[in-house]
Each structure stands twice: as structure tokens, then as C-alpha cells.
Nanobody
């Protein structure tokens, strides 16, 4: 019943930008903390950014100043704006719903390469 549908991934050159979107259903979105994780091949999945129900945000140090997480409660959407992309940002990016749900999206590939 919980569904997180991601979009916006793709291939981009170093220095470029992408915006990832996550559409949520089956959850009480407005009181649920949301996040974005990523996993590169052969590496651990890591938290990139999260946002509380009140709008407080956190970022992994490597993306601070480049990425912005936001939410639109009316649309039940979470976004990750990614600017100044680097090859090290290449990974599968996953949307996550916290609280009692503990649910993941299907993942979307982001590739940063020239």
C-alpha cells in the first residue's frame, strides 16, 4: 500500500544539475520524515539528505552546498535538487519514508560523466 515513485535520474556531465522527485502515497505524508539515500556499485548505502516533518534538513558533508532537499506536503512530493555534480555522485538514489513505514522507492540511476 505504501508507494514511493521516483523520477528525474539520468546522465549528466560534471558540473551539471539534476532534480530528483519522489511521489508518495499510502502514508500520512505531512507528519513523516523523508530522505534520500544513494548506493554506488560495491559500496554501502549512505544517507545523502533527510527532511523532518517540520522542515529541518541534514546532509552528508560531501554534498553540503550543492544539494537541497525539499518537500511539498500538498503534493506529497519530496525533491532533491543536485547542482555542481561530480563523478563521485554517480550512484543509484533511493527515496525513503521514515516513521512507522520504513519504506523505500525503487531507486533511480544518476550517472555523472563526460
Amino acid at each position: 500500500q505504501v508507494q514511493l515513485v521516483e523520477s528525474g535520474g539520468g546522465l549528466v556531465q560534471p558540473g551539471g544539475s539534476l532534480r530528483l522527485s519522489c511521489a508518495a502515497s499510502g502514508i500520512i505524508f505531512s507528519i513523516t520524515a523523508m530522505g534520500w539515500y544513494r548506493q554506488a556499485p560495491g559500496k554501502q548505502r549512505e544517507l545523502v539528505a533527510d527532511i523532518s516533518s517540520g522542515g529541518s534538513t541534514r546532509y552528508v558533508e560531501s554534498v553540503k552546498g550543492r544539494f537541497t532537499i525539499s518537500r511539498d506536503n500538498a503534493k506529497k512530493m519530496v525533491y532533491l535538487q543536485m547542482n555542481s555534480l561530480k563523478p563521485e555522485d554517480t550512484a543509484v538514489y533511493y527515496c525513503y519514508a521514515g516513521g512507522p513505514y520504513g519504506s523505500w522507492g525503487q531507486g533511480t540511476q544518476v550517472t555523472v560523466s563526460s
